[in-house]
């Protein structure tokens, strides 16, 4: 099983050329299945049925599971049968005709403007890490990176005179800042890196208390606790921040495909999910406020 594990990982990494990020998301659900196939089916995962299948996921629902995880896991093991059935191993695969339910799709959570300054004005600059993580909440918000983005960025692409950074994600883009941003990185990079890194020719812009680059649970953590700081009792994630850049330039009459630029979207429909926020907006604001409603 671990040769089978290894060899798919291979494949993902060498064949497939997926991310890093989808190759950990593969790996971890194909593991799953194969450690409860074990336990509670004393099968190996070239010999799963359907029924075995359908009975996992019946296991992950029953456990409380979303159904966004369920088809998660469905397309995890989609993808690592087919590899099977390419490679020779198996003739067919047992995924075929397993579809899960997503249910109604909610909407994303989002910050209100308030919140995003309250939020902002939390880190102190009054030693490195307050400058460095002022830095990274404004140029999050500033732009609507994704998490792994803003710890890969470098400080070469970083370009303070034109006020914007080149971000090398799923596809590479240049997005501005607006000047409260670009006057925190400014600080931040000029006068507060220097002295954190461990070497000087550390490529990382952001740097944790070590000097190295910045890992995606550090940044989680720093949100955390600045999200306590602040007072905000909405769950606040990396995403909520990218949510919020793109709902609040739709409100303030930003285009779909200049936000579908920004974002880093490859298909419109992604970024079309944002006008249901912005007329869900709406209509609260309506209810609360029309004197007939």
């Not at 029924?51 to 690592?80: E, K, M, P, W």
């Not at 490195?128 to 404004?138: C, I």
């Not at 070497?199 to 952001?206: G, K, S």
């Amino acid at each position: 099983m671990l040769d089978l594990i290894s060899a798919y990982e291979t494949y993902l990494v060498n064949v497939k050329q997926a991310s890093a990020n989808t190759t950990i998301s593969y790996l971890r659900d194909v593991r799953q299945f194969s450690d409860w196939l074990a336990e509670t089916e004393e099968t190996e995962l070239e010999d799963a049925t359907r029924a075995q299948i359908c009975g996992y996921l019946d296991h992950l629902s029953a456990g409380g599971r979303s159904a966004a995880t369920l088809s998660r896991s469905v397309a995890s093991l989609r993808n690592f049968y087919a590899y099977l059935v390419s490679a020779g191993s198996l003739r067919e695969t047992p995924v075929k005709d397993v579809h899960v339910s997503r249910g109604e799709k909610r909407l994303p959570q989002i910050l209100t403007g308030r919140e995003v300054e309250l939020l902002l004005a939390q880190p102190a600059c009054v030693d490195p890490k307050g400058y460095r993580d002022r830095a990274m909440l404004e140029v999050m918000y500033a732009t609507g990176l994704r998490v792994s983005e803003l710890i890969g960025l470098n400080v070469d692409d970083v370009s303070l005179d034109g006020g914007f950074l080149k971000c090398v994600g799923k596809k590479t883009r240049f997005v501005p800042m607006y000047p409260g941003a670009v006057k925190a990185l400014a600080s931040y990079i000029q006068d507060i890196r220097p002295g954190m890194v461990a070497r000087p020719d550390e490529p990382a812009l952001f740097v944790n208390v070590s000097g190295e680059r910045m890992s995606r649970q550090g940044f989680w953590k720093i949100l955390k606790h600045y999200q306590e700081m602040a007072h905000i009792d909405k769950d606040i994630t990396p995403h909520t921040l990218r949510h919020s850049f793109a709902v609040h330039l739709l409100e303030n009459g930003a285009d779909l495909h200049s936000i579908q630029e920004m974002m880093g979207h490859s298909d419109i429909s992604s970024t079309q999910l944002y006008t249901q926020l912005v007329n869900q907006n709406l209509k609260n604001v309506y209810n609360k406020c029309h004197p007939k409603a």
